[in-house]
């Protein structure tokens, strides 16, 4: 059953073309590891919530945008095992290294979570 790893973080505003390019360079790796894709979605219509909203789930400034992605993989035991090989890469991969391509976001702030694929629709 599809699987499904989903992010939340707040993303300096102005900083969208250098999310875009560090997107670029990391999210291939997802795909090596055996995802079928990837999204990264930059917030154009985010609500203040009453109670809690994507905001304050990560603690977005004024000046930052709220960024939602999602990696889809074809079942938990890939992504499982994708996450463990992209571990072993971390010191050694230089898409990795903060100088080479550095993360434009305060990384702290980001929510994730892995989310099993309960129903789904499709035109």
Same mark, same amino acid.
């Given at each position: 059953?599809?699987?499904?790893? %989903?992010?939340?973080?707040?993303?300096?505003? %102005?900083?969208?073309?250098?999310?875009?390019r #560090?997107?670029?360079?990391?999210?291939?790796l997802?795909?090596?590891?055996?995802?079928? &894709?990837? #999204?990264?979605?930059?917030?154009?219509?985010?609500?203040?919530?009453?109670?809690?909203?994507?905001?304050?789930?990560?603690?977005?400034?004024?000046?930052?945008?709220?960024? =939602?992605?999602?990696?889809?993989?074809?079942? @938990?035991?890939? &992504?499982?095992? %994708?996450?463990? @090989?992209?571990?072993?890469?971390? #010191?050694?991969?230089?898409r =990795? *290294?903060?100088?080479? *391509?550095?993360?434009?976001?305060?990384? @702290? &702030?980001? +929510?994730?979570?892995g989310?099993?694929?309960?129903?789904? +629709?499709?035109?």
């Amino acid at each position: 059953m599809t699987y499904f790893d %989903g992010f939340v973080i707040a993303v300096p505003s %102005g900083k969208k073309d250098e999310f875009v390019r #560090h997107a670029e360079v990391i999210d291939p790796l997802f795909i090596e590891l055996g995802a079928l &894709r990837v #999204h990264e979605c930059w917030g154009d219509d985010v609500p203040d919530g009453k109670m809690t909203d994507f905001r304050r789930a990560v603690q977005a400034k004024e000046d930052e945008t709220v960024v =939602f992605a999602f990696v889809e993989w074809p079942d @938990k035991a890939t &992504r499982d095992a %994708g996450f463990k @090989k992209m571990e072993s890469m971390m #010191h050694t991969d230089d898409r =990795f *290294n903060p100088e080479k *391509n550095p993360m434009p976001f305060d990384g @702290k &702030r980001m +929510i994730f979570g892995g989310f099993q694929s309960v129903y789904q +629709i499709a035109k």
